[in-house]
């Protein structure tokens, strides 16, 4: 194989060039050393071929670097230890015995490289793809990196949002809770007289219960209160029962079922959010009429002033219409 094919097969680096030189002369001295006994001694004319080797590696008389130098000096110490030893047969088969040597170690390195060089090749292959796809798969992170950012962005606009509006309710709720709170105490309040109340007419004589029964319901407190207030006709029965009491000359159960009265009564127009009852504003001293004022004693003239009120009346405000009489005592004129 020739210089042209060993370069276009591969680029030997010089150093490694001058590795091989150097190791093929240390190689050539034994074999030079072994020829010594059977060698022609060289006359003065035959160191010319000394001189001539000496002189090619001179390079055109130009000065060469460390390695180069180093070899020159090793190839001029063993030319001049053996020249003697040398003919011009020997020499030159020596010379080109090394230079086959130096071209077969170069063949081999060649093959040795082209097949490391293949399998370089491969592996930069291989390594090519795994960069590829550690591309690919960076792209892909970085693409899930920017959606998962974009998502954190659009789940911290909510969260702000959310604690604002929490915020909103939580300043609601105490406002909430303050009027939930007046409300308790307010409906402490009144379920405390409601259930005064009621047990109060738990208590009156059965007479007056069993006049109740039919339009109230008396076993509970709430059905109490519901059916106490549901319309003017059942606060016209409570009030009718009233009056029953007061003629009955019982003052006491007349003052307990009044007061049941004017409660439902209040009851009833809080229910309706307006007062669609209106309880008369009788006084004693007033003057008496037909149409507003019944006497309790039926035996006394229509005229005078009244002198006791047992019973306010009361007025349906929708039509004006007079519903019940106040019930009072007069003194005659």
């Known amino acids: 194989m020739d210089n042209d094919v060993i370069c276009s097969e591969i680029k030997i680096d010089k150093s490694i060039l001058r590795q091989i030189i150097k190791e093929e002369l240390y190689n050539l001295i034994p074999d030079i050393a072994n020829k010594i006994p059977n060698s022609n001694v060289v006359d003065n004319n035959d160191k010319s071929i000394t001189r001539s080797i000496k002189y090619s590696l001179k390079m055109e008389n130009k000065e060469i670097d460390t390695d180069n130098d180093s070899i020159r000096c090793l190839i001029n110490n063993l030319v001049n230890k053996n020249s003697q030893f040398f003919d011009k047969g020997d020499e030159n088969m020596s010379i080109k015995e090394f230079i ?159 007061k049941y009265f004017e409660y439902m009564v209040e009851l009833f127009n809080e229910a309706k959010n307006e007062k669609v009852v209106i309880i008369d504003d009788v006084n004693e001293g007033d003057f008496y009429n037909i149409h507003d004022f019944e006497c309790i004693d039926s035996n006394k003239s229509y005229g005078g002033i009244v002198s006791k009120v047992y019973l306010p009346g009361f007025i349906n405000n929708y039509n004006n219409k007079r519903i019940e009489k106040s019930l009072v005592d007069i003194k005659e004129n």
Do not use: H, M
């Open 100 to 258: 086959v040597k130096i071209v077969d170690k170069l063949v081999e390195l060649t093959n040795i490289y082209r097949v490391e060089i293949e399998n370089r090749k491969k592996e930069n292959k291989d390594l090519n793809d795994k960069i590829d796809i550690c591309d690919c798969n960076i792209e892909r992170l970085k693409k899930e990196l920017n959606d998962e950012k974009s998502n954190l962005s659009t789940l911290v606009d909510e969260k702000n949002k959310l604690e604002k509006k929490c915020d909103g309710l939580n300043y609601d709720k105490s406002k909430l809770t303050d009027q939930v709170e007046k409300l308790e105490i307010e409906l402490n309040n009144t379920c405390r007289e409601v259930k005064q109340i009621f047990k109060s007419i738990q208590k009156i004589d059965s007479k007056y219960i069993d006049e109740l029964k039919p339009y109230i319901r008396l076993n509970k407190l709430e059905p109490f209160i519901v059916s106490s207030a549901i319309n003017i006709d059942a606060l016209d029965k409570i009030w009718r029962v009233a009056k029953l009491a007061a003629k009955n000359n019982e003052p006491e159960t007349r003052e307990i079922i009044r």
